[in-house]
């Protein structure tokens, strides 16, 4: 994969898990929680659950994140990928903020931080070990 | 205490996990792109690999340890603890798979680590 297209592929798929997340965590409220913590209880909840229209597109987003972290991997350092998938707590954060209007404490905006510049020196570093210099065992 | 062993089982499934599924993808081969043909094709191998299916078995198992977990103490207490996975993870890419983790590539992960901890701790 070239470096456009991996960066590409990775911010797509911040974006799925991150529009994913919204979509559950907006379909779950509505759902509620289950009404006793009992086999039927759970089961009612989840049925309920699965017919709801924002539950099933976020279960789908997550599936296509799912997918697009396998493509990184087929190609991308597993070193590099995580870190940088780890932007998805930054997203998350912000959408629940400003589409859901979730409060963030300070310390959590201190962590957000922390990510991003984490994020930033990941992002610098090659995305790939030189295959010339590190055969495939 | 056994909340402490469960974090650690899902740390180890977790990162083991990952790095299963990355062996796996590279045997399967590069996505070059995302046209349905080259899906189809990738997809095919992937689900058929040893290694990517071990990988995916290990995530279901660290998942349910996760709520496990989660079960018996508060997400601020367990999350935390479970991001140091990624500290796992790339010592075992560095050993395991050979990737080239620059000192700037560590600096990166302890920071992001430091930072997930952060988020779900407050």
Known sequence: ?137 | MTTLLLVGIVVVCFSFGDIALARGMKQAGEVTSLRLAVLDEVGGRAIRSPFVLLGGGLQIVAFVTYLLALSRRDLSYVFPLTATSDIVTTLAARYMLRERVTPTRWAGVVIVTLGVALISAS
């Open chain 1, 1 to 137: 994969m070239t470096g456009g297209k991996t960066i590409v592929v990775l911010a797509s798929a911040v974006l799925a898990n991150g529009a994913g997340n919204l979509a559950l965590s907006y379909g779950m409220k509505s759902v509620g929680p289950p009404e006793a913590w009992t086999l039927p209880g759970v089961w009612e909840v989840v049925g309920t659950a699965l017919s709801s229209v924002p539950v099933i597109v976020g279960g789908l987003l997550l599936l296509v994140f799912f997918a697009l972290f396998l493509s990184l991997l087929s190609s991308v350092d597993l070193s590099y990928v995580l870190p940088m998938i780890s932007s998805c707590f930054v997203v998350s954060a912000l959408l629940g903020h400003f589409v859901l209007g979730e409060r963030i404490s300070l310390a959590r905006w201190a962590g957000i931080a922390l990510v991003s510049a984490g994020v930033f020196l990941v992002g610098r570093t090659g995305h790939s070990s030189d295959a010339a210099t590190f055969p495939a065992a």
